[in-house]
């Protein structure tokens, strides 16, 4: 299970999406996932596979923290344990649990562990908009791209003056033909700071990876708080979700969410055929593919994927043999 994206947290969405009596479908690195509340109102999240018959639970009904499969009406509170098999009173249902992941509420956001077992709490990426009354705008698209790839297009600048000729690459591009770009990744416990210069002058708007999926650029005007972060979900190995999160501390009326939407919709649009036309699909080991200098911060995003994400997986828990009875 989660090949090549196992054991790490996950932004998967917005906690708001997550309603009282409403499954919440997901697929998240090739498994189904179904998020539901439980009866205190806390975040649970399945697999969502019936251990019955393999249908989704989603497809089912959400009543009192309960979920119910659509088949035969098999009930599994948000830790997996069957509450209720019709027909059957006397069944072992200790035997008969679906399969529970962890997962969390944080300033907004939903998260995922893609295993069974967290050693830490979820990256606390939000504490600024906690601290901050930030103004949170968020929306997703879908690309058909491996996650690896749109996580290196948030990584790379060099490509701003082309891909987004007439928005956020508009000033690099009057540096185009004399300047000499600077890219430098400096590794962090979780990630890491890229920084950007031209010509010896440093560019505005540092950029931070957040392993294994996020990328956070700062863009404060002076006083103020402007930040854009983009996680990158895969869902399967074509197919990425990329949540698109913008904070800010001015113009907070949610009126103004229009324009910050437009704007990154744009953006992103800009970014899409591009990057869903590279091959292979997912990055290639580095010597692979050709490189530049410029390409410092890609290029140790493969790494770390290669070396710690590339190749990790979590097994399926083994189910007992004595269930019916
Ligand atoms: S498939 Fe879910 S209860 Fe039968
Ligand atoms: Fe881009």
């Known amino acids: 299970m989660f090949k090549d994206f196992a054991n790490l947290w996950t932004i998967v969405g917005l906690a708001q999406d997550l309603k009282r009596d409403a499954p919440l479908a997901m697929r998240v690195a090739g498994e189904r996932i179904v998020f539901f509340r439980d009866a205190a109102g806390k975040a649970c999240a399945l697999l969502d596979q019936c251990p019955h018959r393999g249908v989704a639970l989603s497809l089912g009904r959400v009543e009192n923290g309960v979920i119910e499969c659509p088949f035969h009406g ?9 509450c209720h098999v019709p027909w059957n009173p006397d069944a072992k249902r200790d035997n008969l649990s679906a399969v529970a992941l962890p997962c969390r509420e944080s300033a907004g956001l939903l ?7 967290p050693k830490e709490e979820p990256e606390p990426t939000q504490t600024l908009m906690a601290s901050h009354r930030l103004a949170l705008c968020a929306q997703s698209v879908i690309w058909k791209a ?17 891909v987004h000729r007439n928005t956020i690459g508009r000033d690099l591009s009057k540096h185009l ?28 708007g540092n950029l931070d990876y957040r392993f294994p999926n996020v990328m ?15 996680a990158c979900i895969p869902e399967d190995d074509r197919t990425t979700r990329l ?31 591009i990057v869903e036309s590279s091959l292979p699909a997912e990055v290639p080991p580095p010597a692979e593919e050709v490189s530049v200098r410029t390409d410092a911060p890609t ?23 004595d269930a019916a009875s």
């Open 216 to 230: 956070e650029l700062f863009i404060d005007p002076p006083g103020k708080k402007f930040r854009l972060m983009v």
């Open 177 to 204: 033909g004399a300047g000499r770009l600077e890219m430098t990744f400096e590794a962090t416990a979780n990630g890491g700071h890229i920084r950007a210069s031209v010509d010896g002058s440093p560019r505005d």
């Open 243 to 273: 949540w698109l999160l913008t904070m800010r501390s001015f113009a907070r009326a949610p009126l103004f969410d229009f324009a910050f939407r437009w704007m990154n919709r744009r953006i992103a649009r800009e970014d899409q055929a």
């Open 74 to 82: 098999w009930r599994f509170d948000g830790a997996g344990r069957n």
């Open 146 to 162: 491996h996650w690896t790839r749109v996580m290196e297009n948030m990584l790379d600048s060099p490509h701003l003056p082309f």
């Open 111 to 117: 998260w995922l562990y893609t295993g069974f077992d």
């Open 299 to 321: 290029l140790a995003f493969r790494k770390i994927y290669h070396e710690r994400l590339l190749g990790s997986f979590v097994s399926r828990p083994r189910r007992r043999e």
